[in-house]
C-alpha cells in the first residue's frame, strides 16, 4: 500500500524562497515521483484566521497568491490535489470531536504551541482557535488518512500530539484512523533559510525576504544588501561563514554547474568558503555569485506565474474542483468516525 501525503500553507501573502526551500522545491520531487497514493496540498485559511480574524481580506487575497505560487512552482493539479480548508466542513466537525481527548495542560505543554504563542506575543490572550490549532491540524490530517506530513523539526511536536490522538481515538473507539508520520527533509542545514538581515527567519512580516514572484531587479537589489559577516570589513579580512546568510543560501541551492558557468576559478563550494575564511575574497563577489544562481532559479517560476495570472479563471477552477474532490475524502472520513462514535444514528436505522 503506498503512503498517502498531507501538506500546505497558511495564505498570509505570496510565498518566498524560505518556502521554495522549505517544502514547495520538495513537494514537486515528491508528486514526480509515483511513489506515493495521493498527495494532498491545502491552503490553510482556517488556521490562517485563528490569528488573522480581524482582517479576512489579507486571508481572501492571498488564497490565490499561494495558489499561483503553488502552480508557477511545479505543482501538478492532475497529480496532486489542491484545496481550501474552510471549503471542507468536515474538518470542522472532526476537530470538535477531537478536542474531547485532548487536555488543555497536554496543549499547553506542546514546545510549538508555546514558541509560536510567544512570537505572536498573545501573552495571556490567546484566541481559543489558535490554541487548538494542534487538534484541527489532526483532524486535517487524519480526514484525508495521510499517513506521511513534511515538516521541519520545529514541527515534530505538532505531528506527536496528532499521533496520540489518533492513538486515544482508537483505543476508545476503535481502530478507525491512520497513525501519521513526520517526514523529514533530507537537507536539514536549509530546511529554514535565514532573513536576508541575518536574524534567524525569513519572514513576510519582516520584510527580510525573496518572494517567488519578485523582479529580477529587485532580487539582485535584496541579495547585494545582504547581511554578512560584521566583522568582514576589508577583502583581506578573514570571513566566518557561520551564521553568515550568503553562504546559507548557496549551500541550499549552490551545484557543481553554477562554478563552471559563474564562477569558474573555484572547483566547488568548499574552495570557496575556505578562501573566504582565509581572507582575500570580498562579499560583493560572492553576492554577485549568489544573484547568479537565484536568478537562474527563479526564472523559470516567474515566467510560469505570469502566464497562470493571465487565466485566473483556471485557477479558481483548480482549487474549486481539488476542494470538491478533497470533500469526498473528509466525508468518508467522517463517515468512519461517526459511525465508530455510534452517533451515526439515523444510518441503517442504528438508533432502533
Excluded at 114 to 129: A, C, N, T, W, Y
Excluded at 302 to 318: G, H
Aim: proline residues 5%; hydrophobic residues 35%.
Amino acid at each position: 500500500m503506498k503512503d498517502v501525503i498531507l501538506t500546505g500553507d497558511r495564505p498570509t501573502g505570496k510565498l518566498h524562497l524560505g518556502h521554495y526551500v522549505g517544502s514547495l522545491r520538495k513537494r514537486v520531487e515528491l508528486q514526480n515521483s509515483g511513489l506515493y497514493n495521493d498527495i494532498y496540498i491545502m491552503i490553510a485559511d482556517a488556521q490562517a484566521l485563528t490569528d488573522n480574524a480581524d482582517n479576512p481580506d489579507k486571508i481572501r487575497t492571498s488564497i490565490l497568491n499561494v495558489a499561483l505560487d503553488y502552480l508557477a512552482c511545479g505543482i501538478d493539479p492532475t497529480k496532486t490535489t489542491l484545496f481550501i480548508q474552510t471549503q471542507i466542513p468536515e474538518l470542522t466537525e472532526l476537530t470538535f470531536y477531537y478536542m474531547n481527548l485532548v487536555t488543555i495542560a497536554r496543549l499547553q505543554r506542546n514546545p510549538t504551541v508555546k514558541s509560536e504563542i510567544q512570537l505572536r506575543k498573545f501573552d495571556k490572550s490567546i484566541p481559543v482557535g489558535f490554541f487548538c490549532y494542534p487538534i484541527s491540524q489532526t483532524a486535517d490530517i487524519t480526514a484525508f488518512n495521510a499517513t506521511l506530513v513534511p515538516v521541519g523539526e520545529d514541527q515534530l511536536p505538532m505531528i506527536e500530539q496528532a499521533r496520540e490522538i489518533v492513538r486515544s481515538f482508537n483505543l476508545t473507539y476503535g481502530e478507525t484512523l491512520i497513525e501519521p508520520k513526520a517526514m523529514l527533509s533530507g537537507n536539514q542545514a536549509c530546511s529554514r533559510l535565514p532573513g536576508l538581515d541575518g536574524k534567524s527567519k525569513m519572514s513576510k512580516s519582516l520584510g527580510n525576504c525573496i518572494f517567488l514572484s519578485d523582479t529580477s531587479e529587485t532580487i539582485k537589489n535584496k541579495i547585494m544588501n545582504m547581511f554578512t559577516d560584521p566583522e568582514h570589513l576589508k577583502v583581506e579580512d578573514p570571513g566566518h561563514i557561520e551564521n553568515n546568510p550568503v553562504f546559507t543560501y548557496l549551500d541550499a541551492f549552490c551545484t557543481t554547474e553554477h562554478f563552471q558557468s559563474f564562477l569558474p576559478e573555484y572547483a566547488h563550494l568548499e574552495e570557496l568558503k575556505a578562501h573566504y575564511q582565509r581572507g582575500g575574497l570580498g562579499d560583493v563577489k560572492i553576492k554577485k555569485f549568489l544573484n547568479n544562481i537565484i536568478q537562474e532559479e527563479l526564472e523559470p517560476i516567474r515566467t510560469r506565474r505570469i502566464k497562470f495570472e493571465n487565466d485566473i479563471p483556471y485557477i479558481l477552477d483548480v482549487l474549486k474542483q481539488g476542494s470538491l474532490n478533497a470533500r469526498e475524502t473528509a466525508s468518508q472520513t467522517l463517515s468512519k468516525v461517526r459511525h465508530a462514535m455510534k452517533i451515526d444514528y439515523f444510518h441503517n436505522s442504528s438508533l432502533l
